[in-house]
């Protein structure tokens, strides 16, 4: 095949690539394993998630049993690095003021959950003992609503501007 064979053969394939777009569409994960890490779990779910690109995501929580139920996170989770709401309002029994879902962090020297990516929402979570922040903003315009951040170091640091 001469050279200029060989560059048409190129740039059609070039050009099929530049009109196939490699996207991750919106994910939906429910967490349904209180455990720290494994199938079902919060710790899954976030990894899940980060892989999607900049779709908008969202972590929803169905256990079974009696609440609350409680997660006990014995190492940091990955930081959040794609939009997504995090709901603990979507528990069957949540009942609208107290949440049914508590992310423990046992006093250990580490921050609960850090949001590095925008539009992002934390909603009906109790999240405590942390040794550093509940959650950490670290990005604009995230919402923070309806939680019961207790006992952590800082409770929530925000480290930019926009955030509800």
Do not use: H
Request: charged share 10%; proline share 3%.
């Amino acid at each position: 095949m001469g050279s200029t064979a060989k560059l048409k053969a190129v740039g059609l394939f070039l050009g099929a690539c530049s009109i196939l777009p490699w996207r991750v569409e919106a994910l939906t994960v429910t967490v349904t394993n209180t455990s720290d890490n494994g199938v079902g779990t919060l710790r899954t779910a976030i990894d899940d998630v980060n892989l999607t690109g900049d779709s908008t995501n969202a972590i929803l929580f169905d256990f079974t049993g009696v609440p609350p139920y409680t997660i006990n996170i014995t190492s940091a989770l990955a930081a959040i690095t794609v939009p997504v709401l995090i709901d603990g309002a979507s528990q069957t029994n949540f009942g609208g003021l107290v949440p049914a879902v508590v992310v423990d962090g046992g006093t250990n020297a580490m921050d609960g959950f850090v949001i590095r990516a925008t539009a992002c929402t934390v909603r009906a979570l109790s999240i405590r003992n942390f040794g550093f922040s509940g959650i950490r903003l670290e990005s604009n315009n995230n919402v923070v609503a309806r939680n019961f951040i207790t006992d952590n170091g800082t409770g929530v640091t925000v480290l930019a501007s926009g955030n509800l």
